[in-house]
């Protein structure tokens, strides 16, 4: 059974830090290109951070770049992402996502969410 949870959000001040983790299981969690996805209300969701299965290299939106940063644990199957300097505008629920190919083709996973609000 596939699970993704994410863990981590809350209620935090403009300029605070959170870390999002995300613990998988039922699939091959080295092999996937992990990301973090996030959707604000009335927004599309959108992508946030990815890191890759081999080389690890990253990508970010603009918007958080310097600020967040996207780390991998295979011996842990956790993916997190940390953020720091948070804005108001960071207000969203994350989402974790896994992406790649098994034994049945391409798969797409997500979790349920955690909500980050930034407020004062």
């Known amino acids: 059974q596939v699970q993704l949870v994410e863990s981590g959000g809350g209620l935090v001040q403009p300029g605070g830090s959170l870390r999002l983790s995300c613990a998988a299981s039922?699939?091959?969690?080295?092999?996937?290109?992990m990301s973090w996805y996030r959707q604000a209300p009335g927004k599309e969701r959108e992508l946030v951070a990815r890191?890759?299965?081999?080389?690890?290299?990253?990508n970010y939106i603009d918007s958080v770049k310097g600020r967040f940063t996207i780390s991998k644990d295979n011996a842990k199957n956790t993916v997190y992402l940390q953020m720091n300097s948070l804005k108001p505008e960071d207000t969203a629920v994350y989402y974790c996502?896994?992406?790649?190919?098994?034994?049945?083709?391409?798969?797409?996973?997500w979790g349920q969410g955690t909500q980050v609000t930034v407020s004062s």
């Open positions: 996502n896994a992406r790649g190919v098994g034994s049945l083709g391409v798969y797409d996973y």
């Open positions: 039922g699939f091959t969690f080295s092999s996937s290109a």
């Open positions: 890191i890759t299965s081999g080389l690890r290299s990253t």
